[in-house]
């Protein structure tokens, strides 16, 4: 099990606008790929943060490479709209301690 996070520095004038563009992106991997729901977070726009930023994070089972021929043409038409909006981007990955992966180790 892996979560994993998109995280997308802004400023603060765009929080709103790539949140709802990340939101797009999430429901149509949702939609078209079975991929698990997205939780979308900002942090710094109306809490406190050193930067603006904007996430989605998710958990799926596991990590494998995601092919063009795979991306919804959606999800190509939001992302040319974010980018622009975004002064960084990284995409993070996570192994969940899961109960059977302490088994395994200990």
Avoid at 15 to 20: D, G, L, M, S
Avoid at 42 to 61: K, L, N, R, S, Y
Wanted: charged share 30%; glycine share 4%; proline share 4%.
């Amino acid at each position: 099990m892996f979560l994993i996070r998109r995280v997308c520095k802004v400023e603060r004038k765009d929080c709103w606008q790539v949140a709802k563009l990340l939101k797009d992106i999430c429901d149509s991997y949702e939609e078209n790929t079975g991929r698990g729901k997205a939780t979308i977070y900002i942090g710094g726009a109306g809490t406190p943060a050193d930067e603006f930023t904007v996430c989605a994070e998710w958990m799926q089972e596991t990590i494998d490479a995601n092919r063009m021929p795979n991306v919804p043409q959606s999800v190509l038409d939001a992302n040319a709209e974010m980018f622009p909006l975004i002064t960084d981007y990284k995409i993070e990955f996570f192994e969940v301690a899961t109960e059977e992966k302490f088994a395994e180790r200990f």
